[in-house]
């Protein structure tokens, strides 16, 4: 008997509806530069982590300064991406307490999620770094672990070149005004529905 990869069904791919290639130039016009975004990774589908660092690593490949804070994944955690931010050069900031149905005291999670945030808004206020990355920010957020107000100050009067990415589902409303690109990553299917855990590689 050999191992199934996938022990659904599969049925047959229906003939695609084939469309022309697009012609126009579908960009705005006046596009201009600006000094830096704020990009928001949001949604219940995978990928909001993922992308995000994707932009971290273009980041490093142009030799800008990036740091990157997570505010549940723990120091004790090994995860692909904090395996790969020392030889690329990230600095990274795993913070958290895991995840908080394993908690035996919600109250430390809190105190470690104020600390990582006042980690989070010295780098920011320092203008060391071109791109900082707030992994799982909606969560300490929508919690009221952390101060929205003092966030919202921070993000909106950063040094001017500061770039940021947030992560995290169930953005508040406004967070997503505040940032220039919203991405709603929303679920088709995911593996944990058919009872797959998570994969090292794929998924952390």
Known sequence: ?????????????PVPTLQAPPSDDPRPHGLRLAKSLILLNTGDGKGKSTA????????????????????????????????????????????????????????????EAQEAWRHGKELVDSGRYRLVLFDEITYPLNWGWIDASEVAATFKNRPAEVSLVLTGRDAPPWL??????????SKVKHAYDLGITAKKGIDY
């Open 1 to 13: 008997m050999t191992d199934q990869v996938n022990e659904q069904p599969i049925q047959e791919a």
């Open 52 to 111: 995000a660092f994707g932009v971290a690593l273009r980041a490093r490949a142009r030799q800008w300064p990036v740091a990157v804070i997570q505010f549940l994944k723990s120091a004790d955690w090994v995860t692909g991406e904090a395996l790969m931010a020392e030889p690329l050069g990230i600095d990274f900031w795993s913070l958290g307490e895991g995840f908080t149905w394993d908690s035996d005291d919600l109250s430390k999670d809190e105190a």
């Open 176 to 185: 997503i005004d505040l940032a220039d690109t919203v991405t709603d990553m």
